[in-house]
Structure formats: structure tokens, C-alpha cells
């Protein structure tokens, strides 16, 4: 049987002065027949992506009325009909380290510290900060060395290194959900250029200066800079290679327009901003996180990484969100004492969270890869490390679970467990189902069971 080209190797670049851009799949990097390609015989890699929202849920719109097949989506989730059939809902997961455990008050802080860890972190407001280690750098210290990037650490709102933000917690753990070691947390990087930049640029600062300051000179895009390497290699393509080569290289330029479009405005956002907006960043919360999934969706694309946390905001933020017609802060909010209309705005606010995340659906859905979609090959966790914000509980957490895993998971349905059942059962699952040859993490009493699908 004819081959369908040349094979191309799957790290191929394009290469230009201080800008390298990385490629997506494409059936020339298989090698395999046109029959394998259709029939998705060709290996994916299996990503694992982390998105933390704060202030729990108003779980009644959130908590489907029946275990099994999901049929109706609640209203919160309701913005992700068209995924039904990747989404997992999984309830009665619990998170004791962030419970206070002799502690007192810091719900918050310990909610996000322990959401990847499942450790309760050391109460301090000083350096001697203590954690554990968060399930994303424990796949990246297995996987990581296959990509460019061991991880990505994405966040709307900055990590901080010190003060006091909760109760007597450092603001460290308020702000930071990865942890490499359980001292020392991972920075999360807020602006979208920053990002863009990261990713389309050299290892050598030098050249990224140079290339910087000769594209502003001409105003060239980075596509401008490998456009010689581009058409030489179309030349080697076939026509849906060529296609799907154009495609991608579109949404690139399509992505580095809006962040330049971004920096030509003035910052701040009124009534909105509750943190300093470095140059670069979007005034439009919307925008920002967008475009911040629109590069995670690129990065996990061309494989420069495979692990990616991301939080829509810090923990406690009391961002107010008049947009979408929401009266108040988030956080004043979650404490509504059972108001009927808090509880309905803090129901919008939960509700625009998942609109938001049916962008990045969108995005991954619609890319092919040898084997499914981008989305089929995946597992994302979405959640927050509170249940009801008024209650400010560990137990019963809202938890997602979107995707297949390559296959591994039999998706669409709503899974109740026991009660006090461990979300690090979650983490282990998904850890082995990364490659991690592990017999526990954190407080995990076994892997997490009913994940595993049929086929």
C-alpha cells in the first residue's frame, strides 16, 4: 500500500532568527499508511490538564439529579452540551487537607495549597512555607523530558512570594496550586505575550532580544520570520498536510494579532481590576483567559507540553464580573447565608466560569490527531477545592473530569463516590494513565474507580 508521503520527523520546526514555531501532527509525521491514518491506528500523547476556579459552587445547579448516564446538563453545565459525552461528573470527592485539622480558619488558602496535593499545608505567613508535591510535577517528572516544556503554569491573576492573605496563611499558597518540591512552589505566568513569546521563541535570550526588536522595527509577525522555512516545507506535503499546515499557522497569527492589539490599548478595567495589570495583559477578564487557552490549546497541539495547570483566578478572589450582569464580588458573594439571589448571581458567576472552559472544549475538539481529537486524548480536571462557598466544606467537591484519556475513560456519565473518598484517588488513576508507575499519591487510598471505559 502507497505510503501518503515522505515521512517528516514529529520534532520538525520552523526556524527563523530568534523564533522557532513548533508543528502540529500531521499525517507525513506518521510514516503510516493512508488506511492507518483514517482508521486512528497511530499513536496520541495523553495530556493532563488542571483548571481551578475559586470559591466552591452553588451545587444545586451544579450536581446532576441522577448517577449514570448524563442525559440533561444542570445549569451550570449546561454550556457544555455539546461535549456531553466527554464529560465526567464525579461527586462525593474530598480534599482533608484542606480541611483545618487543628488549624482554625484558612479555607481558602488551604483549598487551593491542597487542591494538586492533597497535603495540608504548614500555617504560616512567613518562609517557612511547607506543601506537598502537586500531581501535575509528578507526571512532568515522569513525562516531562518528552517535550519541550516539563509543564505550563497559567493563571489571570499573579503568584505572590510572601504576605499574609488568609487567616494567618502566606499568600504563597493562595496563589500557587504546583508544587515541584513541598517548598518550593511553581510561578505562574499571567501574561499572554510572555506566553506567546515562551513559546515561539529560542532558548538563548539574546536572540529572543534581537528578534524582539527587529520585528518591532518592521512590525513583523513571527510568521513573517520563518516564512522561508514555511513554504519549504509545504513543497514537501501533501494536500490535507498543506491544509492542516495553514490552518494552524493561521490561528498563530491569529492569536500573536489579539495580543498585539492588546498591548496598543491602556490597562485596567473599571469597576473590575483587583490586581496590578502588567502591560500586556488584557482589561477584558474574558480576553485574558481566552487567550490564555487558546495558548494551551497550541502548546499541547505541537507537543511542547503535555501538562498544563491553569487558574481562572487566586483563591478567595472577590472579582466582580458586572459583564454579565453580576452585582457584587465573588468571594462576598459565596457567602450569601442562603439568599435566594446571591445564590442566583453566584450561579451566573459558576455558570460564565463554564462558559469560558467550553471555549478551550471547543478548541481542543476541533483538532485531529491521529487517533481522535486533541480533547479525546486528554483529561481535565475542572474544579474548585471548596464545595459550597458558604459552608466553606472539603467534602462533595465539584469536580469534572473532560475527556477520554487516549480511550481510557468512559466519559458521559455523573459518578457519586462514598463519602470522604479521596480526590488524590482521582490523581492517581490519571497518573498511571500518564505513565506514572506508582502504587499511591498523597493521601490516595487506591485508584479511583468506574474511570475506565469498556472498549
Known amino acids: 500500500m502507497m505510503s501518503i508521503h515522505k515521512p517528516i520527523s514529529r520534532r520538525t520546526l520552523l526556524r527563523g532568527l530568534g523564533t522557532t514555531i513548533a508543528l502540529p501532527w500531521l499525517e507525513s509525521m506518521s510514516g503510516a499508511d493512508e488506511s492507518s491514518v483514517k482508521q486512528g491506528k497511530t499513536e496520541s500523547p495523553r495530556r493532563a490538564v488542571f483548571l481551578f476556579v475559586p470559591n466552591g459552587m452553588h451545587m444545586p445547579d451544579w450536581t446532576p439529579t441522577s448517577e449514570g448516564e448524563l442525559n440533561k446538563l444542570t445549569p451550570t453545565l449546561q454550556p457544555l452540551e455539546a461535549h456531553k459525552r466527554s464529560l465526567m461528573v464525579l461527586s462525593g470527592l474530598t480534599l482533608n487537607g484542606a480541611r483545618a485539622l487543628g488549624d482554625g480558619p484558612g479555607d481558602h488558602a488551604r483549598c487551593v495549597a491542597a487542591y494538586l496535593t492533597g497535603a495540608h499545608p504548614h500555617k504560616t505567613d512567613g518562609k517557612d512555607i511547607r506543601n506537598g508535591i502537586s500531581v501535575d510535577q509528578a507526571a512532568a517528572k515522569a513525562v516531562g523530558r518528552l517535550t519541550r516544556f516539563p509543564s505550563l503554569e497559567l493563571g489571570t491573576e499573579p503568584s505572590s512570594q510572601g504576605g499574609r492573605c488568609d487567616s494567618g496563611y502566606s499568600c504563597v499558597y493562595t496563589s500557587n496550586m504546583s508544587w515541584r518540591t513541598p517548598t518550593s512552589p511553581m510561578t505562574k505566568e499571567t501574561n499572554p505575550r510572555a506566553v506567546f513569546d515562551r513559546l515561539f521563541g529560542t532558548a538563548r535570550a539574546n536572540d529572543d532580544a534581537k528578534s524582539l526588536s527587529q520585528r518591532a522595527r518592521y512590525r513583523k509577525s513571527i510568521l513573517d520570520m520563518v516564512a522561508d522555512d514555511a513554504d519549504a516545507l509545504r513543497r514537501k506535503l501533501g ?45 477584558k477578564f474574558d480576553e485574558h ?29 472577590n472579582r466582580g464580573y458586572p459583564h454579565i450582569g453580576v452585582r457584587g464580588g465573588h468571594h462576598a458573594l459565596s457567602h450569601h447565608g442562603n439568599d435566594p439571589e446571591k445564590q442566583a448571581q453566584i450561579s451566573k458567576i459558576n455558570r460564565h466560569h463554564v462558559t469560558l472552559l467550553s471555549h478551550l472544549l471547543d478548541r481542543m475538539a476541533a483538532v485531529k490527531e491521529p487517533s481522535g481529537t486533541l480533547l479525546d486524548n486528554s483529561m481535565i480536571v475542572y474544579g474548585s477545592g471548596i464545595g459550597d462557598g458558604n459552608r466553606h466544606n472539603h467534602d462533595n467537591l465539584p469536580i469534572l473530569l473532560i475527556g477520554r484519556g ?16 479521596p480526590l488524590a484517588n482521582l490523581y492517581l488513576a490519571m497518573l ?6 506508582t502504587e499511591a499519591f498523597s493521601d490516595s487510598t487506591g485508584e479511583l474507580s468506574g474511570l475506565v471505559s469498556e472498549t
Do not use: C, W
Open 239 to 283: 494536500a490535507r498536510d498543506k491544509a492542516k499546515l495553514d490552518e494552524y499557522l493561521y490561528a498563530v497569527r491569529q492569536i500573536e494579532g489579539r495580543i498585539d492589539q492588546v498591548e496598543k490599548l491602556s490597562h485596567g478595567e473599571s469597576g473590575v481590576a483587583d490586581f496590578p495589570r502588567p502591560a500586556g495583559v488584557p482589561k
Open 289 to 317: 483567559v481566552r487567550l490564555l487557552l487558546d495558548m494551551m490549546v497550541l502548546a499541547m497541539q505541537t507537543d511542547s507540553t503535555r501538562i498544563i495547570t491553569y487558574m481562572f483566578t487566586n483563591a478567595g478572589s
Open 406 to 421: 487516549a480511550g481510557t475513560i468512559k466519559s458521559g456519565r455523573h459518578l457519586k463516590y462514598k463519602e470522604n473518598t
Open 432 to 437: 498511571r494513565r500518564m505513565g506514572v508507575e
